[in-house]
């Protein structure tokens, strides 16, 4: 049953309309996947000789376990922003004669073979036969802190889909989440109670009671069973016939009628965030960023690197990025309507624009505290704004003319995630690598002050650009329109 299915996915993906774009971007990401993973597994070999010589009075063994935790959040967050959540378009599937646990253990089996989780095992393995060669611990104790460490990543893996589906969904949940991870890295700073120090103490006991690695692949089975129930739950066809009776607050966004002629199409889509879960979790992710400048700027080894440029320019416009790379897919469901009526394209995309320049705005105002660092990192990220504002929403609507993947905006009977994935994430790149690269030479020629009068002068000649920027783009989105259309009336898997 498994064969057939993987069978149906390849068909599928074979016969998408987006075909093309989809295998140059999988190519691209296998490249860059095998680079990595090439890179992890050198990290792994000489990972013992670097702790060695660093901290000779220390077993390089211990070191790790220290700072194993750390390397697991670290992993999480790249598995919450970059992992594709494992979808399947079950509505055919329910109507044959497959048994249902089937198909759900074969969406929770393919998330097994992600390339996430290959990171971990790629890195540890060589370490851990390096320390074969020390005597320092058993070897039956090796393999049992080997099997924690491939069970731990594998929790990792399906407590990302947990935490996707239900925190994201709930935003008590999600808002409560983020509350214990600021307790806890609080009281790490503090040096009050340090939680690298228990998982170190902890994963130090593997080392000599082996069989405390079952406590691990207990968590997994558990982790395993509760995704598998939760997806059971809901595992009917008729759960596509019932609607769900919710109340929505009447919030009319009468104040965007200020903007002139694009009001409506702003108020539409201030409506589609307010209402709908994936483009709402989208805002609640960017004021979750607008600290992510803490990270940097308390750090004296990022002073003068181009990284306080590709802080400014994330930050502040964290929401036209994410929001952005997705337009116009967030009206595929009546884009075709759309596109049958007499609404010029200039017009839809300058309100698509007017609302990132406001997201940018906004981001700017909640972002200027960090002026407590020093008033050239306000500075800084004022011009990144401006540069944001000219240059980069520009290019994000160009992006969008090659979208042609359907978004669901309500509730889907698995996660609400299609065309989410690294290849996303990656469109990022020239939108934050071009600003970080010009502010990095000229403040490495003349000084820090050019640098920024640069950033902001490039992104002012930009905006007194736009209305010739949206002949390209709009010249863009008509040559793509009919693909678009054929793309949107897909179900992505």
Same mark, same amino acid.
């Given at each position: 049953?498994?064969?057939? &299915?993987?069978? #149906?996915? +390849?068909?599928?993906?074979? !016969? @998408? /309309?987006?075909?093309?774009?989809? %295998?140059?971007?999988? *190519? =691209?990401?296998?490249?860059?996947?095998?680079?990595?993973?090439?890179?992890?597994?050198?990290?792994?070999?000489?990972?013992?000789?670097?702790?060695?010589?660093?901290?000779?009075?220390?077993?390089?063994?211990?070191?790790?376990?220290?700072?194993?935790?750390?390397?697991?959040?670290?992993?999480?967050?790249?598995?919450?922003?970059?992992?594709?959540?494992?979808?399947?378009? &079950?509505?055919? #599937?329910? +109507?044959?004669?497959?048994? !249902? @646990? /089937?198909?759900?253990?074969?969406? %929770?089996?393919?998330? *097994? =073979?992600?390339?996430?989780?290959?990171?971990?095992?790629?890195?540890?393995?060589?370490?851990?036969?390096?320390?074969?060669?020390?005597?320092?611990?058993?070897?039956?104790?090796?393999?049992?802190?080997?099997?924690?460490?491939?069970?731990?990543?594998?929790?990792?893996?399906?407590?990302?889909?947990?935490?996707?589906?239900?925190?994201?969904?709930?935003?008590?949940?999600?808002?409560?989440? #983020?509350?214990?991870?600021?307790?806890?890295?609080?009281?790490?700073?503090?040096?009050?109670?340090?939680?690298?120090?228990?998982?170190?103490?902890?994963?130090?006991?593997?080392?000599?009671?082996?069989?405390?690695?079952?406590?691990?692949?207990?968590?997994?089975?558990?982790?395993?069973?509760?995704?598998?129930?939760?997806?059971?739950?809901?595992?009917?066809?008729?759960?596509?016939?019932?609607?769900?009776?919710?109340?929505?607050?009447?919030?009319?966004?009468?104040?965007?009628?200020?903007?002139?002629?694009?009001?409506?199409?702003?108020?539409?889509?201030?409506?589609?965030?307010?209402?709908?879960?994936?483009?709402?979790?989208?805002?609640?992710?960017?004021?979750?960023?607008?600290?992510?400048?803490?990270?940097?700027?308390?750090?004296?080894?990022?002073?003068?690197?181009?990284?306080?440029?590709?802080?400014?320019?994330?930050?502040?416009?964290?929401?036209?990025?994410?929001?952005?790379?997705?337009?116009?897919?967030?009206?595929?469901?009546?884009?075709?309507?759309?596109?049958?009526?007499?609404?010029?394209?200039?017009?839809?995309?300058?309100?698509?624009?007017?609302?990132?320049?406001?997201?940018?705005?906004?981001?700017?105002?909640?972002?200027?505290?960090?002026?407590?660092?020093?008033?050239?990192?306000?500075?800084?990220?004022?011009?990144?704004?401006?540069?944001?504002?000219?240059?980069?929403?520009?290019?994000?609507?160009?992006?969008?003319?090659?979208?042609?993947?359907?978004?669901?905006?309500?509730?889907?009977?698995?996660?609400?995630?299609?065309?989410?994935?690294?290849?996303?994430?990656?469109?990022?790149?020239?939108?934050?690598?071009?600003?970080?690269?010009?502010?990095?030479?000229?403040?490495?020629?003349?000084?820090?002050?050019?640098?920024?009068?640069?950033?902001?002068?490039?992104?002012?000649?930009?905006?007194?650009?736009?209305?010739?920027?949206?002949?390209?783009?709009?010249?863009?989105?008509?040559?793509?329109?009919?693909?678009?259309?054929?793309?949107?009336?897909?179900?992505?898997?």
């Amino acid at each position: 049953m498994f064969a057939k &299915i993987i069978g #149906l996915e +390849i068909k599928s993906f074979i !016969r @998408s /309309a987006s075909l093309e774009r989809d %295998l140059s971007i999988k *190519i =691209f990401l296998g490249v860059f996947g095998i680079y990595l993973a090439v890179m992890m597994f050198i990290l792994g070999i000489t990972l013992h000789p670097i702790l060695q010589k660093q901290f000779p009075d220390s077993k390089p063994m211990f070191i790790v376990n220290k700072f194993i935790f750390i390397w697991f959040i670290f992993d999480f967050v790249i598995r919450f922003m970059m992992q594709k959540i494992p979808v399947l378009n &079950i509505k055919p #599937l329910l +109507i044959q004669n497959i048994k !249902r @646990s /089937a198909i759900v253990d074969f969406i %929770l089996c393919k998330s *097994i =073979f992600s390339f996430f989780n290959l990171l971990t095992p790629l890195l540890i393995t060589p370490f851990v036969f390096l320390n074969f060669k020390t005597n320092d611990f058993t070897t039956i104790g090796l393999i049992g802190w080997l099997i924690n460490m491939y069970s731990i990543g594998l929790i990792m893996n399906f407590l990302n889909i947990l935490f996707q589906k239900k925190i994201m969904d709930n935003t008590r949940l999600f808002v409560a989440f #983020l509350v214990l991870i600021a307790v806890f890295s609080g009281l790490e700073y503090l040096a009050v109670f340090s939680i690298t120090d228990l998982f170190g103490k902890l994963f130090n006991l593997i080392l000599y009671y082996p069989f405390l690695c079952l406590i691990s692949i207990g968590i997994l089975i558990v982790l395993y069973s509760v995704n598998k129930k939760n997806l059971m739950s809901n595992f009917y066809l008729d759960n596509y016939l019932k609607t769900d009776s919710q109340s929505y607050s009447e919030n009319n966004f009468s104040w965007v009628h200020r903007f002139g002629e694009v009001a409506p199409f702003m108020q539409l889509d201030l409506k589609l965030i307010w209402r709908n879960k994936r483009p709402k979790s989208t805002l609640y992710m960017c004021l979750f960023f607008a600290f992510y400048g803490l990270i940097f700027y308390q750090n004296d080894n990022f002073k003068d690197s181009a990284m306080l440029a590709f802080v400014g320019v994330f930050m502040t416009g964290i929401f036209a990025i994410n929001f952005g790379q997705f337009i116009p897919a967030w009206d595929s469901s009546y884009y075709p309507l759309m596109m049958t009526q007499n609404i010029p394209m200039k017009l839809y995309l300058k309100s698509k624009a007017t609302l990132m320049y406001f997201s940018i705005g906004i981001m700017t105002v909640l972002t200027s505290f960090y002026a407590y660092f020093g008033y050239d990192i306000l500075l800084l990220n004022i011009a990144c704004a401006i540069y944001n504002i000219g240059i980069n929403v520009p290019l994000i609507l160009r992006f969008g003319a090659n979208n042609r993947k359907r978004i669901d905006l309500g509730k889907s009977q698995f996660m609400n995630y299609q065309g989410t994935g690294a290849a996303q994430y990656l469109l990022a790149i020239p939108l934050v690598l071009a600003p970080c690269l010009i502010w990095f030479i000229f403040k490495l020629i003349f000084s820090f002050t050019i640098a920024i009068s640069v950033l902001a002068i490039i992104g002012i000649i930009g905006f007194f650009m736009k209305n010739y920027f949206y002949k390209s783009i709009i010249k863009s989105y008509q040559l793509r329109k009919y693909q678009a259309l054929y793309g949107f009336k897909e179900d992505n898997i």
